[in-house]
C-alpha cells in the first residue's frame, strides 16, 4: 500500500448537500502544501530546460507541492558544506560515485517503487545497479553521460570517403583520420583531448575492459600486461606521432567548427551540433574482442538527503516520479524524462522512453543508445568501487599527459599500475 505522506482523505465517499438536499462524489484526495528544495549544478543550457520542468512540476503536480530550485556553479562547495551541518536540501542531483562521497548523508530509496507510480523494471538494470551499495539503492536515474564518436559527414565527403559510414575498428580510424587531416585547412582527422580524461579512459576501456576489477574479494588495477591496454598505448600515440591529432584542448570548438573529422566526446555536444547545423553522424564507440560488452558511462541521479524529513522525502520521491512519468494520462513525449533525451541530446535509460515510437524514429538518438544489461555500462570501474574519483584524477591523468607529450611511453602502463594499486591499498586497507 503506497504511503499517502501529507494527504488528507475527504469524509466519506458521498457527501450530501445541506442545502441542496443531492448527492456530491467526492473520491479525490486533498493535500497540505508542502515545500521542498532542489540543489543542483546544472547552470548551462540545460538547465533551462529543467528549470521549465520544475515550473510545469509546481503548476500541474496533484501532491500540492512546491519545489524550490538552487542551480550553482558552485554546487560542489555548497552541498558539501549544507550537509556537513544536517541542513542540506531535500533533493540532488549527484553522479554514481557520490553514494560514497556523501556516505551517511543519504537516504536510501528502494521503498521509492512502493511510495510512486514508478516501476524498477522501467529502468535499465545496469543504471540501477551503479547507483547501489551493498546496502542498497541511493539513486535514480536522472541523466546518462556516455561518451560516444562523431563524425563530420562534410570532411568526410570532401575526404573521398563515405559520409555515411564511419570507422568500424580502431585500425579504420588511423586510416580515416590521415586522409582526413589537411593542415593547410587546420583540419584534423583525430580527435582526442588529453584534458578529456574522462573520455580517453573510457576509450581505453573498449580496448582492454575496466581499469579496476575485483577478484577473490579484493579490488586491482588492470594496466599492467594487459595486451588491450597494449594496443591502446600504441593506437592513441600514433594519432599525435602522424599529426592526425591537434594538442590543443578545446576540440569541442573544433568539431562545431568543421576543424574535426572524428571526435569523441559526450552526448550533450549534439545540442550545439544542432544549432549550429552541422552535418555530422553519431554512433556508440568502437569495440574490440579484448574489451568486450563496453558502454561505459557515468550515471547521474536524484538523491535524497538524510536531512529531509519523512513528508520532504515523500515528496521529493514524489518529484522523481513526475519527472518518469508526468501528470496522469500524459503522453510518453509530454514528459520530462523524454525531453532530456529529445531536446538535449542525451541517451535514456528509461525503457518507456527507448520504446517509444519518436525516440525509435530519432536516428541519433537510437544510434547511441544501449539497454542491454549484458553491456558494463561503469567507467573505468565497477559502481561500488570507491576510489572511483582518485585514480580518475591521479595516475590517469598522468597517464595521458605523457602519452600526449612525452616521447617515451614505454613505462606509462606500469607506472599507472603502481599509482592506481597505492591508492586502492590506501583507500581498502590492503
Request: hydrophobic share 35%; glycine share 8%.
Amino acid at each position: 500500500m503506497k504511503r499517502r505522506g501529507m494527504a488528507t482523505v475527504l469524509a466519506g465517499t458521498m457527501v450530501l448537500s445541506m442545502l441542496g438536499g443531492f448527492a456530491v462524489q467526492a473520491d479525490e484526495e486533498s493535500y497540505d502544501p508542502i515545500t521542498i528544495q532542489f540543489w543542483n549544478g546544472w547552470t548551462g543550457s540545460d538547465g533551462q530546460v529543467l528549470m521549465e520542468y520544475v515550473d510545469k512540476f509546481n503548476e500541474t503536480n496533484k501532491w500540492n507541492i512546491t519545489v524550490e530550485m538552487d542551480m550553482s556553479s558552485e554546487f560542489r562547495d555548497k552541498i558539501t558544506t549544507a550537509m556537513a551541518a544536517d541542513a542540506a536540501p531535500a533533493l540532488i542531483l549527484g553522479n554514481a560515485a557520490d553514494k560514497y562521497t556523501y556516505d551517511g548523508k543519504l537516504r536510501k530509496l528502494d521503498e521509492i517503487w512502493d511510495n510512486t507510480d514508478i516501476k524498477k523494471e522501467d529502468f535499465v538494470s545496469s543504471y540501477l545497479n551503479s547507483l547501489s551499495t551493498d546496502d542498497g539503492l541511493y539513486g535514480v536515474p536522472f541523466q546518462i553521460s556516455s561518451y560516444v564518436m562523431y563524425w563530420n559527414k562534410d570532411l568526410f565527403e570532401k575526404a573521398g570517403l563515405d559520409p555515411e559510414t564511419p570507422p568500424a575498428t580502431y585500425d579504420e580510424w588511423t586510416e580515416m583520420a590521415q586522409k582526413l587531416t589537411d593542415p593547410d585547412s587546420h583540419v584534423y582527422g583525430s580527435g582526442l583531448s588529453y584534458t578529456n580524461v574522462g573520455a580517453d579512459a573510457c576509450i581505453m576501456q573498449m580496448f582492454g575492459g575496466l581499469e579496476v576489477t575485483e577478484q577473490d574479494g579484493k579490488w586491482h588495477a588492470n594496466f599492467e600486461n594487459n595486451q588491450g591496454y597494449i594496443d591502446f598505448v600504441s593506437w592513441f600515440k600514433t594519432q599525435f606521432d602522424n599529426g592526425s591529432n591537434p594538442t590543443e584542448s578545446d576540440l569541442d570548438t573544433m568539431f562545431v567548427s568543421n576543424q574535426l573529422g572524428l571526435y569523441i566526446t559526450g552526448a550533450w555536444l549534439m545540442a550545439d551540433l544542432n544549432t549550429y547545423g552541422i552535418n555530422y553522424g553519431v554512433t556508440t564507440l568502437i569495440e574490440t574482442p579484448e574489451g568486450g560488452k563496453q558502454a561505459p558511462s557515468n550515471t547521474q541521479c536524484f538523491m535524497v538527503t538524510s536531512s529531509a524529513s519523512d513528508e520532504e522525502a515523500l515528496a521529493a520521491e514524489r518529484f522523481i516520479s513526475w519527472w518518469h512519468t508526468g501528470n496522469d494520462d500524459e503522453a510518453i513525449e509530454d514528459t520530462a524524462v523524454y525531453a532530456w533525451s529529445d531536446r538535449i541530446g542525451y541517451p535514456t535509460y528509461y525503457i518507456p522512453v527507448a520504446d517509444s515510437e519518436g525516440y525509435q524514429n530519432n536516428a541519433n538518438m537510437k544510434a547511441i543508445t544501449v539497454t542491454d544489461p549484458e553491456y558494463c555500462m561503469d567507467s573505468v570501474a565497477p559502481g561500488n568501487f570507491r576510489a572511483w574519483a582518485p585514480i580518475l584524477s591521479g595516475p590517469l591523468t598522468q597517464f595521458f599527459n605523457t602519452m600526449t607529450f612525452d616521447g617515451d611511453t614505454s613505462t606509462v602502463l606500469e607506472d599507472c599500475q603502481k599509482e592506481a594499486e597505492r591508492i586502492i591499498n590506501e583507500e581498502y586497507g590492503y
